[in-house]
Structure formats: structure tokens, C-alpha cells
């Protein structure tokens, strides 16, 4: 009996982390060749979208090495499917501060930041929608960026 509600417990606790934690509903990150991004390479990335109803939070994701020379990245983001027009909107994150500290995640000489691009953004159709993010720097190719991605997380 007290092995059954130790494992009752422990399915209980983790079902908890479980449902609280935040699962992304599309995650994928692309390598950026030789750590040298130039305009011409625009990853895409193509989501699926079987709900439109969902309501989600859309985030971009850039990696980095130490040796990157700015402060912070440009970007532009481009989205097209059903019932949307194609479009582009510029954004730029932070990646550093005024005192040159990194900012985000790092992992030894890389460095990882994430951009809330939509919040709580509603599809307006099922089906096939593409996002493809280009860089949008004065220098080409811009050197030291490592990877780029996308992550869309369903809101609960």
C-alpha cells in the first residue's frame, strides 16, 4: 500500500511539471554555415497549423558566439499561408548590454537569446503557414552567428 501512493504521488508530481511547463507546438532551429550568415540565406520554416482557435506565443531564436561584434541583431521576419498575406516586419534583439555583458542563456563561448515576435497570436486558418527569417545587418555576410530558429508554444 505505501509503494502504491509513493507512486501515485510521484505520477501526481510529475504530471504536474508536465502540464505547467511550457511545450512548444514547433521548435526547430537551423545551423548557419560556417557561422557567417548573409543575405541570401533566409531560413524558412513551415508549421502546420490543424486549429485555428489555439491561440499561441511565437518566439524567434538566435545563437551566437563571444566573438560576435554588435550588441545587438536585426531581423526581418516574413510569414505567408492561407487567409494572410505575405508579410515582413523588422525586429531587433538585444544580445548585449551598454557594459558589453552578454545577454541570454550561454553555454561556454555561445550565447542564446529568444524574441517574442506574437503573443497570443490566432491563426486565421488551418493549414501550411511558412516563416522565414533574413537578416537585416549593415555587414554581409554577419559573421559569428551561429544558429536561428523558430518556436511556437500553444497557450493553455
Known amino acids: 500500500m505505501k509503494n ?26 537551423e545551423s548557419i554555415a560556417n557561422h557567417s550568415w548573409s543575405y541570401s540565406d533566409v531560413p524558412k520554416f ?12 511565437i518566439w ?19 510569414e505567408k499561408g492561407p487567409a494572410v498575406k505575405d508579410t515582413v516586419h523588422r525586429y531587433e534583439i538585444k544580445l548585449a548590454e551598454l557594459d558589453g ?10 550565447y542564446a537569446n529568444k524574441l517574442l515576435v506574437k503573443e ?9 503557414y511558412s516563416f522565414s527569417i533574413e537578416q537585416n545587418m549593415r555587414e554581409n555576410p554577419l559573421r559569428d552567428m551561429t544558429d536561428v530558429g523558430l518556436t511556437i508554444v500553444k497557450k493553455p
Open 60 to 78: 524567434v531564436n538566435v545563437r551566437h558566439t563571444n566573438a560576435y561584434r554588435y550588441a545587438n541583431l536585426f531581423f526581418l521576419l516574413h
Open 120 to 128: 497570443n497570436y490566432q491563426f486565421p486558418d488551418s493549414g501550411v
Open 4 to 29: 502504491i501512493s509513493a507512486l501515485i504521488l510521484l505520477l501526481g508530481a510529475l504530471f504536474f511539471v508536465y502540464a505547467c511547463g511550457d511545450r512548444a507546438y514547433y521548435e526547430h532551429n
Open 46 to 57: 513551415d508549421v502546420h497549423v490543424t486549429d485555428p482557435s489555439i491561440r499561441y506565443d
Open 101 to 110: 555583458r552578454w545577454t541570454g542563456s550561454s553555454a561556454g563561448s555561445r
